[in-house]
């Protein structure tokens, strides 16, 4: 059970391992364990019902939990519960971050699930991802071998894929202060408990009357969440009273490449991601859609 | 307490009190204690594994891998599975279903079990069974409408007829002023109890016992011996508490026999526990239907005629065809109606009967199709509904034994608040600008009984033990039986002891078709008065007695005392006639069942009206149901709480089925996408509003001697009908699918 | 291989050995006998399964066994003190809040933990809170009405 034994590489590695230190935690991930950062995810989505090979509990090691400010902005470990993001004291750009912890699942999922596991489980509806992008995060990794960082954008490649190298861990996630104010909407065939069907986080900061910065988000619609580039930058400038008129579906639609699936027909998720976008700006522009 | 309070009509005291149930201490404690949560001396752990295709055959498995891994201690395939006394492709009796038990290597849906783990831990069992990593010879699966085998059954239900009907449709469609064709589709779902499909079971010689969850206890047994060549009286099947069964826990299945076999064969009790995902194939379900109403309607707005068609899908190998149309027999006069089906065959696992089998998916094609005939006619649902209110049973023209649906419409409208309904739809929006309508259904189900038997014994001490085999799965059996028995003995029933749920009992008959209640109530009431009977002859014998010469008809039983029916100053306690008589007991059984008498000269139908509020967003189509009031005539309620829950209950299976529930099979594969509680969505809490039930008194002396007709299924019937109807109201969309797709509404939104 | 898990249930100090990659439901009803903690899903998806470890609210079959070391679980068989049931579990008897009582103890469990952190909550977020915790049978509004009923007299006494 405990690890320290492991940094000399020579025990033999336990089934079952929650070291306290990154540093020990890193030299077992590198004899390849399976990290895991609050199991929510780990039978639902583990082909096999053994799960076969070591275990390496993140939720013990120091460090990894916990949201501070840092001189680079905020620093969100990668082990914190979702349940703690939620009731966090944010700044209000973090509002949609905050709004999209409330929807990881339900309490029991939200009081174990954590960021660092949503995001490299990389689901096309981790609701995570969409507010965090529109927040510019960055993630933070760390291997034996050393430490880089990438943004979230890169990070996620695909369905269930990352960019997570072999014997890699991530940390923690980072967002360089952020302005204005933030806001997420999930879309669901239940009131709760659901797998989005789509999902849309923005975020606005208004200066003067106007939109100084806009950040989109969509997720659920496509492989990956994406951003809303034309969109953003045909709000930007935009008077406050303007800027949900201006939300049209050739500024959201073109970015998805929606899907179809069980959930929702493509063209739905579409129109809807519209829907949800023109709410989102209306409601963080002060004005009703 | 006094004595001397007039004696009520016909029941006890207790019957009609709204008692809380008495399994609730256990059950809120977590001390009740069910099939899966029994772990004994040396269990060993089964687990199936399951197909992944839909139709084909086995052509390999890696058993050796399976049979080395750590823990396992026995994997059963057709190749090695010991003989069984009753081939599983032969059906037992009117319940017992066609199953898996490793008989052959043929696939004929996907979930179907193919091989048979079992090992020291769950954990072995379960990797056991993936290390099997079967090969097949795949056929194309059959899982739609248009690749299935249309054929007509025999009989729809359980041997139902294929089709009733009186009067001429055709000429009936001919001389209508407006006439309408209106086609439905209702999906596949599935029970899905919380509690998963568990068995424990331990061999004594050829003594077996079983724990496992079951509606029909001693049938259960029956059918279970029959495989293994020993009397039913050697398997004691224990069943306290049902985690739910809403109809998939009657008949044996396939993986239950294996299990049971294997502990024969083992030396060793064996413990099989379904998970959430195998139960979506081998346990039943509620088929498809796809329906057409054909009605004719002349200028005053009543039917001149209603041809109500099912097709229902069943499996490739045997016969469940969901009795839909049914729904169109009771509830509207018409001088021309016909209810026909014929059925599919499918590459799915058999169906069954799903909490309200019938009249769930016929009731939500036809009162969608009542509302769009008001609205053909100009007419207010409730009105229409009215004008077409039958007064007698429109095929058999017998009379009902009771009906107060006028009064259910008239109490549930005005709690409802509909008299302010605008006739047009699309006419209200809330502060918050989601559309919102108003719609209604006619909820009904029939009152079945089957045969059941009891008895009652009166102690030395006054108090009394009540026996019958009877199922609690939720409903309230050990409460509201054992307010009827008390009854019938006169005593509180505190002062009853209540043995129930397992086999060593006098047969309760199945807890289903909301007829249990009725059965084995009936039973137990006749079994406490035949027990009282008894003591009065004690004491009308007795010249000790103040009773003495009475005779046993001259006595009533109260509060543990007998008293002279003329003269009430005349009573002894049952304590004293017990010990002077020099007698430790008393006992009277009794007996339940359908007085064919009284079925063949009344309509015996349990009746209510739903009405449901909806809000539609109008720009992403999402449904929400924001209120919801039923009010129900379901003859005489023994536990106004108990009876509460059922309709409430059977009122969210409506809703569920308007906007939730669906099990989708791939086209290709045959298998069901969905078949967990990710993917398979039922409602959680917050999909739920308020909601209220209305009891609507009825005093039925026909029905059966305790003028109950059944609470449990008769909430799903209205409600698909009245969710559907407002969404129409709410939107102008009319859905003809269930559950109601956002894309399907969406159109008629922009 | 086989762990030995020291944790705290219900308040007692307990010790069992369990697999690593059993769940801590597993070993709740397997090797301590507490099966009040039902398995519905296995998936995290119906709350049958619901405790809490250090007062967090948890489906006890996504959390594995060994993760319970040196932390207090809390299940429902340590809800009623004694013979004297807790205000919660006397009102849902009394609401008629449950019915087969599958997810009877895991909604229980869940009402607590709510209460303890909202005493004084709206329906809404009673729904929403109960979210994660299916009824078949389907109590939903009673239970609604059960969780009020026990917050009022808690907030009284």
Redesign the interface.
Known sequence: MYANEYLTGEAELAEYVRPRSLEEALAIAGRGAKPLAGCTDLF?ATD???LGGALLDLTGVEGLSGITRTDRGWRIGAVTRWAEVAGAALPPAFDGLRAAAREVG?IQIQNAGTVGGNLCNASPAADGVPPLLTLDARVELASAAGRREMALAEFVTGPRRTALAEGEILTAVIVPEPAGRGAFLK?G???????S?VMAAGRIDVAGGRVAEAAFSVGACSPVAVRLPALEAALAGLPVAEAADRVEAGLVVPALSALSD?R??A??RA??SV??IRRLVAGLTGGAA | MPDTLPFPPRMGSNAGQPL??R????????????A??N?PEGMLYAVPATAAIARGRVTGMNVAAARAHPGVVEVYTPANRPPLMHDPDEKLGLFGMRMEALQNDSVRYAGQPIAFVVAE???AA??G??LLAPEYAAEPARVTAETGERYTPERVGFGGPLSVGAGDIEAGLAAAAHRLETRFETPDQYH?????HALVAQWDGDKLTLDTPNQAIVMACGLFAAYFGIPAENIHLRSP????G?GSKAVPTGAQILTILAARELGRPVKL?L??QQMFGPVGHRARTWQTLRMGLDGAGKLTALHHHSTGATSSFDDFIEPAAAASRTLYASPAILTTHDGIRLDTGTPGAMRAPGEASGSAALEVAIDEAAEVCGMNPLAFRLANYAEVEPITGKPYSSKALRECYEAGAKAFGWASRPLAPRQMRDEAGMLTGWGMGTAVFHCPMFPASAEAVIRADGTAVIRTSGAD????AWTALAQIGAAALGLDPDQVEFESGHSHLPDAGVAGGSGHTASAGQALHNAGEDAVARLAELASTDPASPLYGTGNAGVLARRGRLYARDDESRSESYAEILARAGKPQVEGTGKGARDPASAETYALQAHGAVFAEVKVDP????M?VSRMIGAFAAGRIINP??A??QY??GM??GLSFAL?EEA?HDRRTGRI??A????Y???????????EAIMIHEDDPHVNVLGVKGVGEIGITGSVGAVANAIWHATGFRPHRFPVR??DV?PSLS | MSVTVSTTVNGDSVDFVC?P??TLL?AL??RL???????????G??G?CSVTLNGRLVCSCLVLAVEAEGQEIA???G??AGET?HPL?RA???H?A????????GI?VAAKALLEKTPDPS?EE???W???????????????RAVQAAAAEMRRA
């Open positions: 639902p096999r019902p053994a339900a879309l065939a239940r009131s709760s408990l659901v797998i069907i069980l929702a027909e063209g739905y129109e809807a829907v949800l | 809380s149930r399994d609730g201490p256990l059950k809120v404690t977590g001390a009740a204690t069910f899966a949560d772990h831990t769950l954990e379960t990797e069974a993936a899905n109890a919380m509690e998963p508490f049902l985690g739910g809403f526990a998970t959430r799965m939720g409903q309230g720009e992403l189509g999402q929400r709480k108990l509460r829950s409430l209950g969210i299976w939730h989708i996408v969905n967990d509680f990710a993917g969505h039922v409602p959680v809490n917050a999909d739920v509003p308020e909601m956002i894309e969406l | 697999a990659d059993e597993d009803r397997g006998g507490l099966t009040g903690a039902k398995e519905g899903c296995g998936t998806d119906c049958a299940t429902v068989e809800m009623a049931l579990q849902f008897i009394d008629a449950l019915q087969c009582g599958i997810c009877t103890p229980l329906d009673v729904r929403y109960l979210a994660g915790n299916l009824c078949r049978c389907t109590g939903y509004d009673k239970i609604v």
